[in-house]
């Protein structure tokens, strides 16, 4: 997943969860990255159409924004599932965060055919808990 | 969550490594396994295609796993998820030749920007890893150039069809 993927979908998280713009600093926060890289970022997103951003409100995803936001958030959404369920993987929220950089969409499609994804999906994502709702790991003990 | 993709540490690695032997085992020997439950005559030229697959990919997983094993992680379980991706096999069985065609090249495709990206991923980091730098890439590389072969050669036949 790309940079400006994680962006997208960390805003529509974002947004989705105040029920409005997302702010600078919450992206940033979310990113662990400095608020003057994600105003760079931001800018890029909004000369490519993804994104609005207003002065004082915060960011809000365009229609393109959101369809690929919702598409890098299915493949993150795969990414934990594989590495809970498949490789039985304690610590799949961490590792999913470390890993989505490297993972390519292309690959996640292929690693999604052996895993049970809900037909819900990425609606199902408690953005909160940073996993699937409906998300049963295979190992016990799981939180 | 990091922005950017730089592999930090030889768990990362060992992890992305795991996942690479996962895509092999699954993506690649599928398509043969696929190929031989088809009801129907079996094309030579396409089982002998689909059997290299399967080999190669078997070669490709016992060295990502040598890689595993030199680095300094714990031993990764393979043999317990082997299992669980076996019951998997049958879930995307393509009906037809040419649909066992296509995906032998997606899977081609899919695992050569898998070998790339994770390439790419290492140059970009300036960690130790406990394995030697040099001789990671080249294998890496190497695994690289077979699967971007594997994609001539299944496009080669998908256009002679």
């Known amino acids: 997943m790309n940079t400006a993927d994680q962006y997208l979908k960390t805003i529509y998280l974002i947004q989705n969860q105040e029920d ?11 990113l662990d990255v400095s608020p003057a890289s994600a105003n760079e970022m931001i800018g890029k997103l909004e000369e490519r159409g993804l994104a609005d951003h207003e002065k004082y409100k915060g960011v809000k995803l365009s229609e393109e924004g959101i369809v690929r936001a919702r598409d890098a958030l299915q ?29 390519d969409d292309t690959v996640a499609d292929r690693l999604d055919t052996i895993i049970d994804r809900e037909p819900e999906c990425p609606d199902c994502f408690d953005a909160e808990a940073d996993a699937c709702a409906c998300l049963e790991a295979a190992f016990e003990g799981a939180d | 969550m990091s922005v950017g993709s730089r592999i930090t540490s030889d768990d990362q690695l060992a992890r992305l490594l795991q996942i690479g032997i996962v895509l092999e085992e699954v993506v690649e020997a599928r398509a043969y396994h696929h190929y031989s439950s088809l009801d ?5 030229e396409v089982e002998d295609l689909l059997e290299h697959a399967a080999e190669e ?19 990764v379980p393979f043999d317990e998820i082997e299992g669980l991706v076996e019951a998997r096999y049958g879930r995307t069985q393509p009906e037809d030749f040419d649909g066992v065609l296509y995906d032998a090249l997606c899977n081609e495709e899919t ?8 390439i790419e991923a ?8 406990s394995v030697d730098r040099e001789e990671l890439i080249a294998t ?22």
């Open chain 1, 75 to 103: 493949t993150y959404c795969i990414i934990e599932r594989f590495l809970a369920n498949v490789l039985g993987v304690e610590e799949f929220r961490a590792e999913a965060r470390q890993l989505e950089a490297v993972i």
């Open chain 1, 20 to 30: 409005g713009p997302a702010s600078t600093g919450s992206i940033a926060d979310a």
């Open chain 2, 122 to 129: 290492i140059e970009s980091s300036d960690v130790e890893f």
């Open chain 2, 140 to 161: 890496l590389s190497a695994i690289r150039e077979e699967e971007a072969e594997g994609v001539e050669e299944v496009t080669a036949i998908m256009e002679k069809r």
């Open chain 2, 57 to 75: 990919s078997a070669d490709h997983r016992r060295r990502l796993e040598d890689l595993i094993e030199d680095l300094d992680v714990e031993s």
């Open chain 2, 40 to 44: 129907a005559d079996l094309d030579a």
């Open chain 2, 111 to 118: 695992a050569y920007k898998f070998y790339d990206d994770l």
